[in-house]
């Protein structure tokens, strides 16, 4: 998933061809047009395959200047704004792929040192921490795919924000729907084109004596989120070290099985099992 999600589509949507070097140690090129299972196991699949040498992408005209927009709000309009931007994304253009999170200001010398780790609403294209401040940062993920966003659920990912650990952790939701949803939910491994939303908890700290409530926080978040989910999780938000068959089966639904005859078909003996049946 990417800014341009709705616009163009997942960047698995936008792969051509991959060079990869199967179990069997053969370089194979895959392509709709040479060895399709392959190339439709690759699009949304994760590891296990083989060895990806390079990737061929198509390409979109963008540029050279873009247009961004990022609001604030205070955190006290949390409900009444996320309301409104569920009523709102519905009705956007796929040009458009509107995010929502809730997340704490950065310590930006740009920023009034007063605001600096106040609670806050934004909205935009892209939010996440910053990446390039203090070193050995820690992080953790995990996500819901959903199909609407009720009262009851707007309840919760407040509650749950409420309880966020440290200033760097957020919770943001990113509108799908556009160019996503129009590629067939069986023509490629990602299987979740019709969700409208994906809801992702993501953890960051620094202070390794942290761990357990970080890891503690997201993981129930989860949880209290998990009845007003789909049931799908996406894969690069899979959250490491939970239940390996939970998350695979979780992320790739009813494509799985598939799947797993591909990559039992171009390593037989199982090379890759290992990678494959990590999350």
Known sequence: MGVLVRAHGLSCDNLRSIEIVTAD????????????????????????????????FDLHPLG?????AQVMYPYAQAGSVLAAWRDLTPCLPGTLAPEFALWSMPADPEIPAELHGEKVVVLGVYAGPPREA?????????????????????GTVLDCDSRRPTTESLIVIRTLGGAVARVGEH???????????????????SDPTLDEVALGWARSSWDA????????????????G?????VRSSALGANEARL????????????????????
């Open 64 to 68: 050279p200047e873009v247009a961004m």
């Open 134 to 154: 203090a070193p050995c940062w820690l992080y953790y993920m995990k996500s819901h795919f959903m199909d609407g966003l009720g009262d009851d659920a707007i």
């Open 187 to 205: 023509e490629s491994a990602f299987a979740h084109r019709s969700a409208r939303y994906n809801l992702s908890i993501d953890t960051g700290w």
């Open 260 to 279: 797993g005859r591909i990559r039992e078909s171009y390593d037989p003996d199982g090379l890759f099992t290992r990678a494959a049946h990590q999350p």
């Open 25 to 56: 140690g053969a370089v194979r090129t895959a392509s709709r047009d040479e060895h399709p299972d392959l190339f439709w196991a690759a699009r949304g699949g994760g590891r296990g395959l083989g060895v990806v040498t390079s990737f061929e």
């Open 242 to 246: 939970d239940e390996v068959d939970d």
């Open 225 to 240: 989120l998990s009845p007003f989910s789909t049931g799908g999780v996406y894969l690069n938000f899979a959250g490491l």
